[in-house]
């Protein structure tokens, strides 16, 4: 689909440098494989030979000021899929998803107010033609209109059909497309629309116009459309492809250029007489194009995949750094340079230098399930063909069993455990020269294995059971069962001090060794597939989602963190207080030098401020999440609460002591059990009885 095309801006204080991660100072969790990022791109958008914009799954939304070199993060406050963006200008735009997100800003992104559009979950293309005049449309013939920029919106259908994409020439010529051929056109401004006949029964995804006569129309199974008389004629032209065509964009009469599926991307310099194709490489689709002038493009897609052109297409530069895509589960951080990840098909990714470079190590084959490193030398990888050990660095392996093991642990570089698919543990004193089957007791499969010295260690099973040992594995018995339905994750941090996590969410704590166990509140039911504890009181927990929980106080109180991705999360490690990394699916690598930016309070700006503020929250209203902005002009002790409309305390934010800056402090019903839908108040109290208020609205 012709995405939507809105740009967003932000101070200069806030900028993300992506290419290069060193290049500035880091704050929260940032991506460091893919990059620049992650996150599927549904919409990009050039605004200016210089000025870019982007949006995407998971509420990301990006933006470049060097012609798409670079890209840093803006904040929304939402976490939904946003399939389009709509800028007429650097500082004025909207951005849209599902289900009813519609987001706009008057200063270019570094604020946004979600606007009321009713109750229309399946939105798919957003379009505006001035400051005033914009339009929507979505699922079975939906269109919108507003004529204020977005504070009101008039609704009709106008089609049977889904459609996908709309366009505006002007603030009256306009044609949407979408399912079975479906091409409709106003030249009203939408007050009545008429069918054109498309030549295709294909579904169509984009389409765009240079002026009221000369536009393209994209679609699936290779299926381009152009018109030169406004759509009274609309001519098939062949793209020597059958790939599904997502996005087209027409720079004059001349050149037009269009992307879709197997990172596929096409070109026409005659009006579409010849179509040629480039491959860029990948298997993933590309879902939007778009063109500064004739030379300079910009195409995106999937897992954020991005590719530049300066000469007008001929050639396209990966713009992206992709070090593997595969379903990473097992990390290893040696320390803060040393870094080994793992899962996939023969894959294990080695980083040197803090994750600024990450290099896929050879040698290995089959799944692999676990790897660890004692130290930057030796280390060991369990796959589904066995063990295999490095003595190097991972430059050679040699294998040292067969037995599939789903986690591996050392405690030194020669004692060690495995744990697999079927009830046995096997163990090694030397290094892994040899491995000794032991009895778990278990009849099922093991997950996970730990030991806090040579002599007592746990196993997880499939089913919820923990089994454990005191005297390094000679005898394995039963310490706890039921804990949960499965335990995906285990951590001691002493002999008596651990953690389990499982599905729905669930968190429980041991102080006696695993014999007995107390649940802990995660406020969430998603899956929690990792826990790590880098000293007693502070820990992460990561899982399905994105989810990502954080604590201080031992996991009394868990707050959730936000890891600017919905991917599947599978391991969470970190080698210090502050310094961490969790890997997931599709790649997904993700790290953090500031304890992950805490329980949701980011600071924007170490500027002192005027005096104490409390912004207006936004989106307003908000669902599920909303973000709150408030300054501290000198060290305070700062208390940020939410309320009911009864005056009852159901939220506390913050309470604690904040240096002077501006703070952001992203709030989640799903975090917090108990809260109303309707009004809230939110307040900000400091020291010396300093106190502000403000309303917010909850929907549910």
Same mark, same amino acid.
């Given at each position: 689909?012709?995405?939507?095309?809105?740009?967003?801006?932000?101070?200069?204080?806030?900028?993300?440098?992506?290419?290069?991660?060193?290049?500035?100072?880091?704050?929260?969790?940032?991506?460091?494989?893919?990059?620049?990022?992650?996150?599927?791109?549904?919409?990009?958008?050039?605004?200016?030979?210089?000025?870019?914009?982007?949006?995407?799954?998971?509420?990301?939304?990006?933006?470049?000021?060097?012609?798409?070199?670079?890209?840093?993060?803006?904040?929304?406050?939402?976490?939904?899929?946003?399939?389009?963006?709509?800028?007429?200008?650097?500082?004025?735009?909207?951005?849209?998803?599902?289900?009813?997100?519609?987001?706009?800003?008057?200063?270019?992104?570094?604020?946004?107010?979600?606007?009321?559009?009713?109750?229309?979950?399946?939105?798919?293309?957003?379009?505006?033609?001035?400051?005033?005049?914009?339009?929507?449309?979505?699922?079975?013939?939906?269109?919108?209109?507003?004529?204020?920029?977005?504070?009101?919106?008039?609704?009709?259908?106008?089609?049977?059909?889904?459609?996908?994409?709309?366009?505006?020439?002007?603030?009256?010529?306009?044609? +949407?497309? /979408?399912?079975? *051929?479906? &091409? =409709?056109?106003?030249?009203?401004? $939408?007050? @009545? !629309?008429?069918? %054109? #006949?498309?030549?295709?029964?294909?579904?169509?995804?984009?389409?765009?116009?240079?002026?009221?006569?000369?536009?393209? +129309?994209? /679609?699936?199974? *290779?299926? &381009? =459309?152009?018109?030169?008389?406004? $759509?009274? @004629? !609309?001519?098939? %032209? #062949?793209?020597?492809?059958?790939?599904?065509?997502?996005?087209?964009?027409?720079?004059?009469?001349?050149?037009?250029? +269009?992307? /879709?599926?197997? *990172?596929? &991307?096409?070109?026409?310099?005659?009006? $579409?007489?010849? !179509?040629?194709? %480039?491959?860029?490489?990948?298997?993933?689709?590309?879902?939007?194009?778009?063109?500064?002038?004739?030379?300079?493009?910009?195409?995106? /897609?999937?897992? *954020?995949?991005?590719?530049?052109?300066?000469?007008? $297409?001929?050639? !396209?530069?990966?713009?992206?750094?992709?070090?593997?895509?595969?379903?990473?589960?097992?990390?290893?951080?040696?320390?803060?340079?040393?870094?080994?990840?793992?899962?996939?098909?023969?894959?294990?990714?080695?980083?040197?230098?803090?994750?600024?470079?990450?290099?896929?190590?050879?040698?290995?084959?089959?799944?692999?399930?676990?790897?660890?490193?004692?130290?930057?030398?030796?280390?060991?990888?369990?796959?589904?063909?066995?063990?295999?050990?490095?003595?190097?660095?991972?430059?050679?392996?040699?294998?040292?069993?067969?037995?599939?093991?789903?986690?591996?642990?050392?405690?030194?570089?020669?004692?060690?455990?495995?744990?697999?698919?079927?009830?046995?543990?096997?163990?090694?004193?030397?290094?892994?020269?040899?491995?000794?089957?032991?009895?778990?007791?278990?009849?099922?499969?093991?997950?996970?294995?730990?030991?806090?010295?040579?002599?007592?260690?746990?196993?997880?099973?499939?089913?919820?059971?923990?089994?454990?040992?005191?005297?390094?594995?000679?005898?394995?018995?039963?310490?706890?069962?039921?804990?949960?339905?499965?335990?995906?994750?285990?951590?001691?941090?002493?002999?008596?001090?651990?953690?389990?996590?499982?599905?729905?969410?669930?968190?429980?704590?041991?102080?006696?060794?695993?014999?007995?166990?107390?649940?802990?509140?995660?406020?969430?039911?998603?899956?929690?597939?990792?826990?790590?504890?880098?000293?007693?009181?502070?820990?992460?927990?990561?899982?399905?989602?994105?989810?990502?929980?954080?604590?201080?106080?031992?996991?009394?109180?868990?707050?959730?963190?936000?890891?600017?991705?919905?991917?599947?999360?599978?391991?969470?490690?970190?080698?210090?207080?502050?310094?961490?990394?969790?890997?997931?699916?599709?790649?997904?690598?993700?790290?953090?030098?500031?304890?992950?930016?805490?329980?949701?309070?980011?600071?924007?700006?170490?500027?002192?401020?005027?005096?104490?503020?409390?912004?207006?929250?936004?989106?307003?209203?908000?669902?599920?999440?909303?973000?709150?902005?408030?300054?501290?002009?000198?060290?305070?002790?700062?208390?940020?609460?939410?309320?009911?409309?009864?005056?009852?305390?159901?939220?506390?934010?913050?309470?604690?002591?904040?240096?002077?800056?501006?703070?952001?402090?992203?709030?989640?019903?799903?975090?917090?059990?108990?809260?109303?839908?309707?009004?809230?108040?939110?307040?900000?109290?400091?020291?010396?009885?300093?106190?502000?208020?403000?309303?917010?609205?909850?929907?549910?």
């Amino acid at each position: 689909m012709t995405k939507i095309k809105f740009l967003i801006f932000i101070p200069a204080f806030l900028l993300i440098y992506f290419i290069s991660p060193n290049a500035y100072s880091q704050t929260g969790w940032f991506w460091q494989n893919p990059l620049p990022q992650g996150n599927n791109i549904n919409d990009i958008q050039f605004v200016s030979t210089t000025t870019a914009f982007a949006c995407g799954q998971d509420g990301t939304v990006l933006k470049s000021l060097d012609g798409c070199l670079t890209w840093f993060p803006l904040t929304t406050g939402v976490q939904t899929n946003l399939k389009a963006l709509s800028f007429i200008n650097e500082n004025t735009g909207w951005v849209m998803g599902a289900p009813n997100t519609v987001l706009r800003t008057y200063n270019g992104g570094f604020s946004w107010t979600a606007l009321n559009i009713g109750n229309y979950t399946n939105i798919n293309s957003i379009n505006f033609v001035n400051a005033s005049t914009g339009f929507i449309v979505g699922a079975n013939g939906l269109f919108l209109k507003t004529s204020d920029g977005g504070d009101s919106w008039f609704a009709s259908t106008i089609s049977i059909y889904s459609l996908s994409d709309v366009y505006f020439a002007d603030p009256f010529w306009g044609w +949407a497309v /979408g399912s079975a *051929g479906a &091409i =409709l056109y106003t030249f009203n401004g $939408g007050s @009545n !629309w008429y069918w %054109q #006949n498309s030549q295709t029964g294909q579904s169509l995804n984009s389409v765009y116009f240079i002026n009221t006569s000369v536009g393209y +129309a994209a /679609g699936n199974y *290779g299926t &381009i =459309l152009r018109t030169n008389d406004s $759509g009274a @004629n !609309w001519i098939i %032209q #062949n793209a020597n492809t059958t790939n599904n065509i997502l996005s087209v964009f027409v720079n004059d009469f001349y050149n037009a250029s +269009a992307c /879709g599926y197997n *990172g596929s &991307i096409y070109n026409t310099t005659d009006a $579409g007489t010849v !179509w040629n194709v %480039q491959q860029m490489g990948i298997p993933t689709p590309l879902s939007s194009i778009s063109f500064a002038n004739t030379n300079n493009g910009i195409c995106a /897609g999937q897992l *954020g995949y991005m590719t530049r052109t300066s000469n007008g $297409g001929i050639n !396209w530069i990966s713009l992206s750094k992709i070090a593997s895509s595969s379903y990473l589960k097992s990390l290893s951080v040696v320390d803060e340079s040393v870094v080994y990840a793992a899962g996939g098909i023969a894959t294990v990714l080695k980083t040197i230098n803090g994750g600024f470079n990450w290099t896929a190590l050879t040698g290995i084959s089959g799944i692999v399930n676990a790897v660890f490193f004692t130290d930057v030398f030796n280390g060991w990888v369990a796959s589904s063909t066995g063990i295999r050990n490095t003595t190097d660095g991972g430059f050679t392996w040699t294998v040292q069993s067969a037995n599939n093991m789903n986690s591996i642990f050392f405690f030194n570089s020669n004692y060690g455990w495995g744990c697999g698919v079927s009830w046995f543990i096997i163990a090694t004193t030397n290094c892994g020269q040899s491995w000794e089957a032991q009895s778990s007791g278990s009849t099922g499969s093991l997950r996970a294995i730990q030991f806090i010295n040579q002599s007592t260690g746990w196993a997880s099973e499939s089913s919820g059971q923990l089994r454990k040992t005191t005297n390094g594995g000679t005898n394995w018995f039963l310490a706890a069962f039921g804990i949960a339905s499965n335990i995906n994750s285990i951590f001691f941090a002493s002999e008596n001090t651990g953690w389990i996590t499982g599905g729905s969410g669930i968190i429980s704590k041991s102080t006696n060794g695993g014999i007995s166990w107390i649940p802990q509140n995660s406020g969430i039911i998603s899956d929690l597939n990792s826990i790590h504890f880098p000293n007693p009181a502070t820990g992460w927990a990561a899982g399905s989602a994105g989810k990502i929980l954080w604590t201080s106080n031992g996991g009394n109180n868990w707050y959730s963190q936000n890891g600017s991705t919905g991917k599947y999360l599978t391991v969470v490690k970190f080698v210090n207080h502050a310094t961490g990394w969790i890997v997931g699916d599709e790649g997904t690598i993700i790290k953090t030098i500031d304890g992950g930016g805490s329980v949701g309070i980011n600071i924007i700006s170490t500027e002192i401020p005027a005096g104490f503020s409390l912004n207006q929250n936004y989106p307003n209203p908000f669902n599920p999440q909303t973000v709150i902005r408030y300054t501290v002009p000198k060290s305070s002790f700062i208390s940020l609460k939410i309320f009911d409309v009864m005056g009852r305390e159901v939220a506390v934010l913050v309470n604690q002591k904040q240096n002077e800056g501006t703070y952001e402090y992203t709030f989640n019903i799903s975090e917090h059990s108990n809260i109303p839908s309707g009004v809230l108040f939110y307040r900000l109290q400091a020291e010396n009885n300093f106190t502000l208020t403000k309303k917010m609205i909850l929907l549910k």
